[in-house]
């Protein structure tokens, strides 16, 4: 969806090094998710965000969404093969239960 | 729990054949959508339930596509007539919501092939 556009498309990094994903919004973002793909598997669940200044953090992953909530990072410390997949944002950005996505990043961590 | 199940995970079919794919919730999550992702347009809503009442179905593309949700633990997503455009991976996915979390949790998948 041209509504959430997430950068970049497609990331390659070595293992052990950190990395960003990005996710941005021209409208406020009610409610931000992301999500973790790999080919041939559904997504599963990482984070969601609502608040403005929000910051959340599972393992190695952080996700934060700024304060005018029209923008989230997605960072990962110490990159890890298993990191390695698609990441995709979704956003509820009516208040309903609609969610519209990013594109998705495409990650590959090289040993 | 199982987690969002989906049937068949795999469905070749020829163009005009009737396609029927399948989903059970999981246990306890009231809401249900069904989405489909592809190349070219990335993962789009199609339709979505509450309390198996369909609520928004604005993404689902023609008449040729029809979603029931009998009871609060199947739903179908029926093609018919299937067309080569139609080929895509369809999820669908269930939502948990409370004070505390508002999550949709999404099954495997079903990748349609309609030649």
């Known amino acids: 969806s041209q509504e959430l556009e997430q950068s970049p498309q497609s990331l390659i990094v070595q293992e052990g090094k950190n990395l960003t994903i990005n996710c941005t919004s021209s409208?406020?973002?009610?409610?931000l998710y992301w999500y973790k793909q790999k080919y041939g598997e559904g997504l599963i669940f990482l984070m969601m965000?609502?608040?403005?200044?929000e910051e959340k953090s599972h393992e190695k992953i952080t996700a934060k969404l700024d304060e005018k909530k029209q923008q989230s990072s997605l960072h990962i410390t110490a990159s890890q093969p298993s990191h390695a997949g698609i990441y995709l944002c979704?956003?509820?950005?009516?208040?309903?239960?609609?969610?519209?996505f990013g594109q998705g990043t495409r990650l590959t961590i090289n040993p | 729990d199982a987690g969002v199940i989906q049937s068949p995970r795999h469905e070749v079919t020829e163009m005009g054949q009737e396609v029927t794919l399948r989903c059970k919730p999981i246990?306890?999550?009231?809401?249900l959508f069904w989405y489909r992702q592809t190349m070219m347009r990335g993962l789009e809503l199609l339709i979505y339930?509450?309390?198996?009442?369909?609520?928004?179905d604005s993404g689902m593309p023609e008449d040729r596509f029809s979603a029931k949700m009998p009871n609060a633990s199947f739903s179908t997503l029926k093609i018919q007539p299937s067309e080569p455009r139609d080929s895509a991976v369809y999820f669908c996915?269930?939502?948990?919501?409370?004070?505390?979390?508002?999550?949709?949790?999404f099954g495997p998948g079903t990748r349609l092939t309609v030649l």
């Open positions: 996915a269930s939502r948990s919501r409370s004070v505390f979390t508002d999550t949709q949790y």
């Open positions: 409208k406020t973002l009610y409610g």
């Open positions: 965000l609502q608040k403005g200044g």
């Open positions: 979704g956003a509820d950005l009516q208040g309903a239960q609609k969610l519209v």
């Open positions: 246990s306890g999550h009231n809401s």
């Open positions: 339930f509450n309390n198996n009442v369909p609520i928004d």
